[in-house]
């Protein structure tokens, strides 16, 4: 399996990749310093703070997620290449798994940096401009750090949503607009609960359904090449 | 008998229209087999039937003497292929799409990149991303990839499509020494019929999904008969004078100016002669032989399609 991800990754280059996730992190950071410095509104804590920053990469994160999926995937189909990707002697559920966990890969990693970058833009909107209710505290991360977690796994699992719905018609447009679908029903999700982040049943529970519907795309929908 | 591929009865209906209907093809070991039919007969349909690319809904493959099933993968390993049209990574430069290649198929002779690129006539552009070829390049490519890891069974849907004609004389030598050299197997489909007339030893003529007929060269030879052909400039004298002076009744008034006469016992000469005294003009006049072309036409005219 990872010889079949590096394969990938030489045949679609990290370059643009990274310069693409760059400019989402500091899109995203920009987003948040100018949510947090808004004066009409109460001071966030360092709780609703985070929350921000969940919405925020909410919708980039599963956006990217399906732009890379109608890149590396969909395109595939509609440009034909997966003729020959498929006239090699491996199984094909493998190779789209491999495409499937390289793009999860990517974007966790970025996620990952980005949640780094996002908190440490959050403690320094504190430290030096004082725009966060309450002091910063180590038990802060006993919050933040599972709160990221619960989203990284949650907006992985709407991305690989993207790759179901987009493989539905090996259409680019439906994965996308898949993708805005998948942020809104998350957003709806939080606001009716009243949460500042995913719970566990909604983790547990989106888990569940993408990968039933993963495993059903594998196994009915990319052997269609006609 | 050994054969590289069979087909029994194989079936594929698209939206009620069957696009390959009970085809049951027979290639042998180390043959070139010419796979020819009009536009939407049903050839790459077929050969991706072959490739395992798409499921037949009746019938069965058998490669290798080994049957297809939709999970069997490790076949392709013996297999070089071209389906529909040349399709690369157009980002990656030619020598990155076929080490590429080599690392999916599992080949790990890299220096066979270099040689099928040399086979192909394009080492100096090697490095340059595919995106810059032009279809012709790209045509070339898709050989070069397909004879990469020395396959036992080339499946080559149109490949001598946009290639100017020293190409295609070249490719037709490349296949040939695959052929001889190797041993390999070729399963090729064109529409050019004076191409696969030069390179198959067997062919098989598919219309409407339906295999007409499956035929070795040397048998088509044999119904290659040799007629004369007259252009002249009455041709309702013409074949008076055939029939009543010259006793020949097998003839045929193609057009307003030419007769084809199948009857032989009469040579050019002694024709142009009776011609001549009946003050019939002559615009030409010779020998003919039917090409593979005409029998082609002959068995997927409506004649032959309604006999089956």
Request: hydrophobic fraction near 45%; include cysteine.
């Given at each position: ?18 310069m693409?996730?760059v ?14 410095n ?13 929350t921000?920053v ?12 399906s ?9 595939e189909?509609?440009?034909?290449t ?23 890969l ?7 940096i980005?949640?780094?970058?996002c ?19 180590t ?12 989203a ?10 993207t ?11 439906m ?6 679908l ?14 500042h ?8 529970g989106?888990?569940?359904v993408?990968?039933?519907?993963v ?12 | ?20 209907d009970d085809?049951?093809i ?8 010419g796979?020819?039919?009009p ?18 809904d ?50 790990h ?40 890891t ?6 080559l ?29 070729i ?18 003529i ?42 020949i009744?097998?003839?045929?008034i ?30 030409g006049?010779?020998?003919r032989?039917?090409?593979?072309e005409e029998y082609f ?10 006999s089956?």
């Amino acid at each position: 399996m990872m010889h079949l991800m590096k394969l990938e990754l030489r045949k679609v280059g990290l370059k643009k990749y990274i310069m693409i996730s760059v400019a989402g992190i500091l899109i995203s950071m920009y987003f948040l310093l100018v949510g947090l410095n808004d004066s009409s509104t109460v001071r966030d804590s360092y709780e609703t703070a985070f929350t921000m920053v969940g919405m925020i990469f909410c919708f980039y994160y599963v956006t990217l997620f399906s732009v890379l999926v109608s890149s590396y995937i969909v395109n595939e189909y509609n440009h034909k290449t997966i003729l020959i990707m498929f006239s090699y002697p491996i199984d094909r559920k493998k190779l789209m798994a491999a495409k499937l966990l390289l793009i999860t890969l990517l974007v966790m990693v970025s996620m990952m940096i980005g949640y780094i970058c996002c908190g440490l833009l959050i403690i320094m909107a504190d430290q030096y401009f004082g725009l966060i209710k309450g002091e910063f505290e180590t038990s802060v991360l006993h919050y933040w750090i599972p709160t990221a977690l619960k989203a990284i796994i949650t907006f992985c699992a709407l991305g690989m949503g993207t790759f179901v719905a987009g493989m539905i018609k090996k259409s680019v447009p439906m994965t996308i607009v898949s993708a805005m679908l998948f942020c809104y029903i998350r957003q709806f999700y939080i606001a009716g609960r009243n949460l500042h982040g995913e719970d566990w049943l909604f983790v547990i529970g989106v888990v569940a359904v993408t990968m039933a519907g993963v495993y059903y795309t594998l196994i009915h929908k990319i052997g269609q090449v006609d | 008998m050994n054969y590289t591929i069979e087909t029994h009865h194989l079936k594929k209906v698209y939206k009620d229209k069957a696009a390959v209907d009970d085809v049951s093809i027979h290639v042998k070991k180390g043959e070139i087999y010419g796979f020819v039919g009009p536009n939407g007969a049903g050839k790459s349909t077929l050969m991706k039937m072959l490739l395992n690319l798409v499921e037949p809904d009746l019938g069965e493959i058998i490669l290798f003497g080994n049957k297809v099933t939709p999970n069997n993968f490790e076949t392709l390993k013996k297999i070089g292929s071209i389906i529909e049209n040349p399709y690369f990574y157009e980002k990656l430069t030619a020598r990155q799409n076929l080490d590429l290649h080599c690392e999916y198929m599992g080949y790990h002779n890299k220096n066979q990149i270099g040689e099928a690129l040399h086979y192909v006539g394009l080492v100096k552009d090697a490095d340059k991303k595919v995106s810059q070829y032009s279809l012709g390049m790209k045509q070339r490519l898709a050989i070069a990839r397909a004879i990469l890891t020395t396959p036992n069974l080339l499946i080559l849907d149109e490949p001598i499509n946009a290639l100017d004609p020293e190409g295609i004389r070249e490719m037709r030598e490349l296949f040939r020494r695959q052929s001889t050299d190797y041993g390999t197997t070729i399963f090729i489909s064109s529409h050019i019929l004076s191409e696969v007339e030069q390179i198959a030893d067997t062919i098989g003529i598919i219309q409407n999904g339906k295999l007409l007929r499956e035929i070795s060269m040397s048998d088509i030879h044999k119904y290659q008969t040799d007629y004369i052909e007259a252009k002249v400039d009455n041709t309702e004298l013409a074949g008076y004078v055939l029939e009543q002076e010259l006793e020949i009744h097998d003839f045929k008034i193609v057009s307003d100016n030419r007769i084809e006469i199948y009857d032989l016992r009469r040579s050019v000469k002694e024709i142009s002669a009776a011609f001549i005294f009946n003050n019939i003009g002559i615009d030409g006049i010779g020998r003919r032989q039917n090409s593979l072309e005409e029998y082609f036409f002959q068995m997927t005219g409506a004649k032959a399609v309604d006999s089956l």
